[in-house]
Structure formats: C-alpha cells, structure tokens
C-alpha cells in the first residue's frame, strides 16, 4: 500500500555507514509494516465475537478502530518531532516492542476501557514504526535501488491490506479474537528481534519543531487536496469497518465471509497498483474521477442488495472487489497531487496525507456505527453519499485549480 508509508514525516538518516547494501535488510523491515498493517486491519475482522466478549454492542466495538486511527493521525507528527534524535534501530526495535506489549495487553483485556487503552498505545508503536521503516530502508541500499527498497517496506502494508480482515474473521471462526492479537504481538517481537540483528547503527536526525512542520498547511493547494483524503476513506470505511455483519446482510453466508474480503484486500492490491501506474499516464484527477464513481457505484448496488435481501454471491464478489480498488486507489493520485503543491516538503505532506487517512478510517468508524443499529442498507447508502461528495469535491478543486 503505497499510502500508508509515510505516515508521519520520516526522517532522512545519514549514510555513511548505510551506502552500498542491497534490498536483504529491507524485508525485515517489511516484515514490521505487515505486522503493524495487519494490527491496523485484523480487528474488523471480528468486531461481533469481540463485542460479545467484551458485552459491548458491535458499534461500540468498532470504536476501538476509530480510536486507533485517530490517536494515529494525531501521534504521527509528534512522535516524529520528540524521537527525531533517537538512533534508528533503537526507535523502530522500540516501536515494534511497544506494538508487541499493546496487542499482549488488547488479547487480555478484561473490560472494554482497558482494550481502548490498549489501541492507543498499539496506534503509538505504530506511529513511530512505519515511517521510519521507509526512511531506513531508503537509507539502506544503493541509491539506483532506492524504489525497489520502498516498494518492499510497502508490500507488507499491502499483503496486510489484503489479509488483514480476514485473517481476523478465520481467527474469529476457528479459534478467537485474543489468539489473533496474541498473534500479532508474538509476530512483532520477532520483527523487533529481526531488526535488531540485521540494521546497522543509523543516527536520528536534526529536531524540526512541529509548528514548522505543520506550517505547510497554510499552502492552498495542500489544504485544498488534505480534506479530500479524510472524507474519501470515510467514505469507504463507513461499511468496511463493520464489514462481517455489511457483508452478511447483502446475502453472504458465513463461511464465505473470510473469501469476499479476502477479493476486498485483492481489489485493494490492485487498485493501489494501477492507480499508482495511471496517475502517471492520464493524472491524478482522471484517477480519483473513475475511483469515487466505481466506489458510489458499488456501493449503491450493495445498498440495494440489503434492501432487497436477495442472495446473489458472485455479485457481491464483484462489487467486494470494485470496493477495494476503487478505496485505495486514492492514495497514490492523492499523494502525486500533494507533492505537486508542496515539492519542498514532500516527506512532510505525504505524511499529513496518511493522518487523512486514518482521520478519515475514524470518522468512517463513527458514521457507519451510528448508522448500523438502524440497518446495513443505509450504511451503505452513507458510504455511496460520501463517495458521491467526494467526486463532487474533487471537480470543484480541479475546476478552481485551473481557472486559477
């Protein structure tokens, strides 16, 4: 998942001792983001058995993602500002023992307050990780292999992308919500213990306060694109946070659950690659045109589908993969249209960019929780309204860009 990378501004480390390698190190530090990608996406995977568990309402449940995306966006920059300094092998050994010991604490969680506590500190160690895992590994290789580093640290968010759901649901079916996360701490002591083996001593960087950081905002063609980003991933995450019980509506029977988001996380694949691909042929609006009508479209369809209570599976496959792709095909038209604003602080607006993201995973959360109790269909219909405000969104922009 290109978006994700940088998710805060990643610091530029010195080179001295790092020149020269090849990608090897690299895919210890994708081994990271996928940890931490799958910690990001596992839990919607079984919102209703840990609702149960925890004898909370499944809306309240998904307010644990909600809480994790917001305290993301938020920490993103200041966990940059305060551990700027900091060696980098020790930050990110740190971070992924941090998002060990905070799913260790999720999986034991008695009571709903101590798990919601637990997601903010799984939100920090994420934080701090990815966006240092993508400065390192660029850090690490050979200039000419300096894309194929990033390429890599970004597989792991995307496979995570792909099989994060899920693997939540399967582990919801076969065994339990507390063995997943107990997973997913277990997977990220080994990272932490693979990062420390393998990276080289890379020093932090020069302190850069957060108010000169965040000055960029002022830009009008950042502050015009950034709010795009949030009300996107609202959009599609409105349903996909509460995916089991959406997806069961439109006529999906419990065991195929685990196969249709399972085509959400391929269609994601593969809408983040082309996208990338055809930004660069045909531009970033024309991208996001057909990502936000494909997304309204399905979207519409579903809401039907719930409505009706018809049962048509390979319908529901197709549009599960439509879903996916046109949801994160946003990123990369979004992040090509920041750095063409801002070229000067690229770093710094990609990052802002994926605090969008998960403000816009956590206002979607909001949304579709307050609209489930009243039925899936109208979840649905919100997600194909704010896909519809999105495209109207982005013509004005594109519309007023060019007049100016």
């Given amino acids: 998942m290109k978006t994700i990378l940088n998710k805060s501004e990643p610091e530029n480390p010195t080179e001295q001792e790092a020149g020269g390698r090849g990608l090897g190190p690299t895919f ?15 839990v919607a995977g079984f919102l209703p058995s840990m609702a149960q568990s925890l004898h909370v309402s499944t809306s309240a449940a998904g307010q644990s993602v909600t809480l994790f ?3 993301y966006a938020v ?25 060990a010991l905070a799913n260790l604490l999720s999986a034991l969680a008695p009571d709903y307050p101590t798990l919601l ?34 390429a890599v640290v970004i ?13 939540g649901n399967a582990a919801s079916q076969w065994t ?14 080994v990272c932490a213990l693979g990062v420390l083996l393998v990276m080289p001593h890379l020093p932090g960087g020069p302190r850069v306060p957060l108010t000169t950081r965040l000055a960029v905002l002022r830009r009008p063609g950042v502050i015009a694109v950034l709010p795009l980003t949030v009300l996107g991933m609202a959009a599609c995450y409105t349903a996909y946070a509460y995916s089991v019980p959406t997806l069961k509506a439109v006529g999906v029977p419990q065991s195929g659950v685990v196969l249709m988001l399972f085509l959400y996380g391929v269609g994601a694949v593969v809408g983040n690659f082309v996208a990338g691909q055809a930004t660069d042929r045909v531009g970033a609006v024309r991208v996001l045109t057909v990502g936000y009508t494909v997304m309204a479209a399905a979207f519409g369809i579903l809401a039907w589908l719930a409505g009706a209570s018809a ?11 439509a879903w996916g792709a046109s949801s ?26 994926s605090s969008g993201i998960y403000l816009g995973i956590g206002l979607g959360t909001v949304i579709g929780g307050l609209a489930l109790p009243t039925g899936v269909w109208l979840v649905y219909v919100i997600g194909g309204v704010l896909a519809l405000a999105s495209l109207v969104w982005l013509r004005a922009g594109a519309l007023l860009t060019k007049r100016s």
């Fill in 28 to 42: 210890v530090l994708a081994l990271g983001t996928f940890a931490v990608g799958t910690d990001a996406f596992v």
């Fill in 75 to 99: 920490l993103s920059p200041v966990l940059a500002t305060l551990t700027a300094r900091i060696p980098r092998r020790t930050l990110l050994v740190s971070a992924l023992v941090v998002l």
């Fill in 117 to 150: 506590i637990s997601r903010v500190l799984a939100a920090a160690g994420a934080a701090a990780y990815t966006p240092n895992a993508g400065a390192v590994s660029a850090a690490l290789v050979r200039p000419e292999l300096r894309a194929r580093a990033l």
């Fill in 155 to 167: 597989g792991g968010l995307t496979i995570a992308t792909a099989l994060g759901v899920p693997l």
């Fill in 311 to 321: 049962d048509l599976p390979v319908l529901v496959g197709v549009l599960a993969l």
């Fill in 69 to 71: 995306a917001a305290a």
């Fill in 328 to 353: 994160w095909c946003q990123t990369p038209p979004q992040q090509h249209r920041l750095i063409s604003a801002a070229p000067q602080e690229a770093a710094l607006v990609v990052s802002l960019n």
């Fill in 176 to 189: 339990s919500w507390r063995v997943a996360l107990g997973a997913v701490a277990a997977l990220s002591l």
